[in-house]
């Protein structure tokens, strides 16, 4: 039997051990080669020196990208889980977290729009913030309130509190009598988002691999040409200008010469390697549009939110109208029916929204995948010993 504290023990030992093996030894000095923040560095240096160390630092190695420490602050607390569940951002690229945060909570609030509901998010928030409830989603208590937040503000729009009460006028449109506009408007938000990303993904082509990969990727100016192009022939057939259509023709063009030829680049070449691009290419025009399209869904699950909504109301004032012993059920309808909308629909669009993040935005956004920075550390309880010896890999 082992004793608590010999455990413990026994873990830091392992732990050192495998640090101690890693070391360069050349006479008396020993040299160990790992990764620190920068903005660590100087703390690093200071502790180094009480015990007669010291850090140097040392240019990094080729080919090798650092890992990636995620930075610091409120807004990447709250909306870094959204960016870190689908990849680790690569140490060259952009870290998307407050613009994806921001888009994710916009899209949830157009499918979920009503007061009363996002009153209830807020205050969810709140009591998550104050630790009496979910306290694991403390750290994000700001994400939840920012969606509550788009969420009182699009049923301010929509004229929508707890369903079409009448207690807010509508600002905008209400859902369920004019759908037309609101679809047009939610792919509208769509492409305005797909910008954003395509943006973010030039961006982030040029970090990793400058120009000849900005321009030449799908998700570089290959791609964000294509896309301009589609949007400039809608706008030349609604306004029926011809200078416009034959502008978009030309952008087309370009972008798909340009994405062929990185397509067939990245395929090897030869005749095997240009019919592989060409598929591609064809492809990436498809899934351009069915991108486009997908953002559709914020409209109709905007819809069916409103539409629920309609129905626990109609059913509460048909009850209430009869009098009696049926006020109470009636209560109990509009209590229970949105409860009932309110769980659903949260559960549907926070799913759509993540979705539409996910697949229509951060496709664009990353190329690869980055690695964590997981600083050294010796172990203090049994519970701490890993399975196998692990290196140290690092951060920004």
Do not use: K
Not at 23 to 35: I, S
């Amino acid at each position: 039997m082992v004793h608590a504290g010999r455990a413990d023990l026994l873990a830091g030992e392992v732990e050192l051990s495998g640090y101690a093996a890693q070391a360069v030894v050349r006479g008396r000095v020993a040299a160990l080669v790992g990764w620190t923040p920068t903005a660590g560095l100087p703390a690093l240096s200071a502790r180094l020196t009480e015990i007669g160390a010291a850090a140097v630092q040392l240019p990094p190695p080729r080919g090798v990208d650092p890992p990636t420490a995620p930075a610091a602050g409120r807004a990447r607390r709250a909306f870094g889980p959204l960016v870190d569940t689908y990849a680790t951002v690569p140490y060259r690229d952009v870290d998307p977290s407050l613009p994806a945060g921001i888009a994710y909570v916009v899209m949830f609030g157009v499918m979920f729009g009503d007061v009363g509901h996002g009153a209830l998010l807020i205050l969810l928030a709140l009591l998550v913030r104050s630790g009496r409830l979910l306290r694991a989603l403390r750290p994000h208590w700001l994400f939840v309130a920012a969606a509550g937040g788009c969420a009182t503000l699009f049923g301010l729009a929509y004229g929508e509190f707890f369903g079409p009460t009448g207690v807010v006028p509508v600002l905008w449109l209400a859902p369920m009598d004019d759908p037309v506009t609101l679809l047009l408007a939610a792919v509208g938000l769509g492409g305005v988002l797909l910008a954003g990303a395509f943006g973010l993904g030039i961006a982030n082509r040029l970090r990793e691999g400058g120009w000849a990969v900005a321009l030449y990727a799908p998700a570089g100016f290959a791609g964000a040409l294509l896309f301009v192009a589609a949007g400039l022939v809608v706008a030349a057939l609604y306004w029926h200008l011809l200078a416009l259509g034959v502008a978009a023709g030309a952008l087309a063009l370009l972008g798909a010469v340009l994405a062929f030829v990185g397509l067939r680049a990245g395929s090897g070449g030869g005749a095997a390697g240009t019919a592989q691009a060409a598929i591609e290419l064809f492809d990436l025009a498809v899934r351009l549009g069915a991108n486009i399209a997908s953002f559709a869904r914020l409209a109709a699950f905007g819809l069916t939110h409103a539409v629920l909504g309609w129905i626990v109301w109609e059913a509460t004032l048909a009850l209430w109208d009869r009098g009696g012993v049926l006020l109470a059920v009636a209560v109990v309808v509009f209590l229970v029916g949105n409860a009932f909308n309110f769980g659903l629909e949260a559960l549907v669009a926070g799913v759509q929204a993540l979705r539409l993040a996910y697949y229509e935005l951060f496709s664009r956004v990353f190329r690869l995948e980055g690695r964590p920075f997981r600083p050294w550390r010796v172990p203090t309880s049994s519970a701490d010993i890993p399975e196998e010896a692990a290196c140290p890999v690092s951060a920004r």
